[in-house]
């Protein structure tokens, strides 16, 4: 197995510490799609029903592909010898997709709290900078990462890909542990609840 990073640190890959959000309700384009079916108010225009829609969809979106993430890791680490990475690879492809919805929904919420729709106090970890600029660094790196390695600006001993260590995942020595990003798509579905049930008022 090559030595170099990241595959030299599977050797003593037994376990993990991702939080299970098995429990954690990601339907929430459900609940937003038919609220708007079958009752009154809703968001009134067209773009304003686009924004609602496209954050419920992407928080929904992340906290599948967590969950798919965590499955594949868990497979990984509970095989008897980790000597076949496919495990491992899915469970780094599902959080490659996590990570760029979770970006894609922090920036849908930017103009939801400028409309008042939501209020950063209601989720003071997924909104934070550190948490959008730390999601956005590892997504960046994760998209632009082929043309790196096309163009040969890989460093020596430096990661290729997105890494799931046990307790974090990594790449361009940007961390993010387990329990914070489990905190912020919880954070963020509870958001995704406020915006799926959200009423305009239409008193003139």
Request: include cysteine; hydrophobic fraction near 40%.
């Amino acid at each position: 197995m090559d030595p170099t990073p990241p595959y030299g640190r599977v050797a003593a890959y037994r376990q993990h510490t991702m939080p299970d959000l098995d429990g954690v309700f990601r339907k929430s384009v459900l609940t937003l799609v038919l609220s708007h079916a079958f009752t009154a108010g809703g968001p009134g225009t067209r773009t304003f029903r686009a924004l609602h829609l496209g954050f419920v969809r992407c928080v929904d979106k992340a906290l599948e592909d967590y969950q798919l993430a965590r499955t594949a890791l868990t497979t990984w680490t509970e095989r008897p010898e980790n000597s076949v990475l496919s495990p491992l690879m899915r469970a780094i492809g599902h959080m490659e997709n996590c990570l760029t919805a979770t970006q894609r929904a922090l920036r849908f919420a930017r103009p939801l709290l400028e409309q008042g729709v939501l209020q950063a106090a209601a989720a003071p970890a997924a909104l934070s900078d550190d948490a959008r600029k730390r999601i956005k660094a590892v997504r960046d790196a994760s998209e632009h990462m082929d043309e790196r390695i096309l163009d040969g600006r890989v460093p020596d001993g430096g990661l290729n890909t997105l890494w799931m260590a046990e307790s974090y995942l990594e790449l361009d020595s940007v961390r993010i542990g387990y329990d914070e990003l489990a905190t912020w798509l919880q954070e963020l579905q509870r958001l995704a609840q406020i915006v799926a049930a959200y009423r305009e008022s239409r008193d003139a």
